[in-house]
């Protein structure tokens, strides 16, 4: 064999080689692109586009037209909003609470696997059943909620009629649904805590206040802040537990941004201000899930 | 001398206290956050008339009617068909998508591939809805709408990231020399793969696949949206129900149809709670 032929065969090789390296790649790039990026793209297009409902697709380009119809829009402003606001009280207050109770059931008995076995239900009950049964419990006539509040005096109260109740109800729910995912995840890091460090802290004598306060909570910063990160994820989602609990209601007093485009698109079929909601609205999450992403790297550096 | 001895007695007991506590605290915490399943299978044995009740009724005469009646009915028939159907084709679909490309990611020296892995991970905060509104119009198009295919693509949206990057962290952790002994050995590419690499990632695959079914399973806002009749799934049965302000909530059939769509999940997610907790553990700390 010449040595061409065999330059020639050695790149047939390699080229063979790279074709099969990528290959382990190629599908998820196919299937993303043709799912998640095209979709992205073609929204991006009906946001400029005047949407034309003879061939129910984009129509001529206008512009920002739609951008400064959705920014005119009191409504889309107030149902960012109502989303900030769930997501300002609805984070902090489950990645507390899972910490919290995380700690609580990792206490050393026999039942300790029972308990974390049990928290596994909520977190894989469908976010539209747990929406749907908590619109039972928390009905202001035959619930069971008013019931046992007014076995100590408290209520009755009005969850769905009244605005401010109608978020508290939401956020209510979707806690009650995610916390005990965060408490999972707490347990496992929990878990993961180097024992020698505590002993050494209470060798030396360190308060239970002041093992927490310095030594439990520095280790625990970079997996606090990932699980934010992941339930920041999950929580722009927000959509399910509305539909199934308050609707958005009452009035707009818990239309969150995803229901309130949802409503706008399949409802009103306004397809082409919907597609300019959904640009900024992504734009937002993508901004801010960088800063989170970022945030949480820099704390990982740091502790 | 004496002080030592009685110090870590002292100390032992104040530790049992508080352990005491945590534990009561603990029990009473899940059983909380446990009241709401309960109610709902209770309520989903109960008739009419003890359904509104006041005070709410602990102990009744318990009824399958509403069960009998709603599995009877072919519409709540073919949407738990449906929903298997979605559920386990977008779970397998990006099972094996995902896992090789995670393992590409861990192992295979790609030029470029890792920035396609960062934009996948970033994709993980694109809100549903956004793909939600241009599926729906292709899907009409290209006369796809109402098809198990098209929520199975759909699916694949927020799974294959999943299921990439939690596969990644377990191709990571396993050792380097498994497929390179394989390879010298005259295994090819996929041969070190499929007969080294997968079968001794089975746990980390099987948990995956089913927490993606699960994801799949409950999911609402596509099979909303992509959906008619045809191919509708359960969330929307409920969805339909919950949201039925003509005749008032019918609670008996919510529960009912609520209680047959979380049992078989709460089933499996028990089957493989270790590796559910590892899994979550590790999407949070390596995702």
New interface residues.
């Given amino acids: 064999m010449t040595d061409a032929a065999l330059a020639r065969r050695r790149n047939h090789g390699k080229w063979k080689?790279l074709l099969?390296?990528?290959s382990?790649?190629l599908?998820?790039?196919v299937?993303?692109t043709?799912?998640?990026a095209?979709?992205?793209f073609?929204?991006l297009q009906?946001s400029f586009s005047y949407f034309d409902m003879s061939i129910?697709?984009a129509g001529e380009w206008v512009g920002w037209e739609n951008y400064e119809t959705v920014i005119n829009d009191y409504r889309f402003w107030e149902s960012l909003r109502v989303t900030l606001i769930y997501l300002i009280i609805a984070l902090p207050l489950q990645v507390a609470l899972g910490f919290g109770?995380a700690?609580?059931?990792?206490?050393?008995?026999g039942?300790r696997g029972l308990?974390?076995?049990?928290?596994?239900?909520?977190?894989?009950?469908?976010?539209?059943?747990?929406?749907?049964?908590?619109?039972?419990?928390l009905?202001p006539l035959?619930g069971?909620m008013n019931?046992l509040l007014g076995l100590v005096g408290i209520g009755p109260f009005d969850w769905f009629g009244d605005p401010q109740l109608a978020m508290a109800t939401i956020i209510i729910i979707d806690t009650?649904r995610w916390?005990?995912?965060i408490v999972?995840?707490a347990?496992?890091?929990l878990l993961?805590l180097p024992r020698d460090v505590f002993e050494a802290a209470k060798i030396d004598g360190a308060s239970?206040w002041a093992t927490l306060w310095s030594v439990a909570l520095p280790l625990l910063v970079?997996?606090i802040a990932?699980?934010f990160v992941?339930r920041w994820?999950g929580a722009?989602?927000l959509?399910?537990i509305v539909?199934?609990?308050t609707?958005g209601g009452p009035g707009k007093a818990t239309s969150v941004?995803?229901l309130f485009?949802?409503e706008e698109?399949?409802r009103s079929f306004h397809?082409a201000e919907?597609?300019a909601m959904?640009?900024i609205?992504?734009v937002l999450?993508?901004i801010l899930?960088?800063l989170f992403l970022r945030g949480s790297r820099k704390l990982e550096e740091l502790y | 001398m004496v002080q030592v001895a009685v110090q870590p007695e002292r100390q032992a007991r104040r530790k049992l206290g508080g352990r005491h506590v945590r534990i009561v605290a603990g029990v009473a915490v899940s059983l909380l956050f446990l009241f709401p399943v309960f109610w709902m299978v209770m309520t989903s044995f109960k008739q009419q008339v003890d359904i509104f009740t006041t005070p709410p009724k602990l102990f009744f005469t318990p009824t399958f009617s509403t069960y009998a009646e709603y599995l009877q009915r072919a519409d709540i028939v073919r949407r738990l068909i449906n929903t298997v159907i979605v559920a386990v084709g977008a779970g397998v679909l990006s099972i094996i998508v995902g896992a090789m490309s995670g393992y590409a990611l861990a192992r295979i020296k790609l030029r470029g591939a890792h920035t396609f892995g960062l934009l996948i991970l970033l994709s993980r905060g694109v809100p549903p809805i956004a793909l939600a509104v241009p599926m729906f119009l292709v899907a009409r198009k290209m006369g796809l709408a109402d098809q198990h295919i098209t929520l199975i693509l759909a699916y694949c949206t927020f799974l294959i990231p999943y299921v990439m990057w939690l596969m990644r962290s377990f191709f990571v952790s396993l050792p380097r020399e498994l497929e390179e002994s394989a390879m010298i050995d005259g295994c090819s590419r996929y041969g070190a793969f499929f007969k080294i690499i997968v079968p001794i990632s089975m746990p980390g695959l099987l948990s995956t696949l089913i927490f993606s079914m699960i994801l799949a399973w409950e999911e609402l806002l596509f099979a909303l949206v992509l959906t008619n009749r045809f191919a509708s799934t359960m969330p929307v049965a409920i969805a339909g129900i919950a949201g039925d302000t003509v005749n008032g909530a019918n609670w008996a059939a919510l529960t009912a149809v609520g209680t047959i769509t979380v049992i078989p999940v709460v089933i499996f997610a028990l089957l493989v709670q270790k590796w559910l907790i590892q899994g979550l553990a590790d999407g949070a700390t390596k995702g």
């Fill in positions: 080689d099969v390296r990528w382990f790649m599908p998820t790039i299937l993303l043709a799912v998640l095209y979709p992205l073609y929204t009906i129910f697709g109770i700690f609580l059931i990792n206490a050393e008995w039942g308990l974390r076995a049990l928290f596994i239900i909520p977190m894989v009950v469908a976010p539209v059943v747990a929406g749907g049964v908590w619109r039972m419990i009905d035959w069971t019931f009650w916390t005990p995912f999972l995840i347990t496992a890091a993961a239970w970079p997996i990932a699980t992941i994820l722009v989602k959509f399910d539909l199934a609990s609707f941004i995803n485009i949802y698109a399949f397809f919907s597609a959904v640009m609205v992504l999450t993508m899930t960088g």
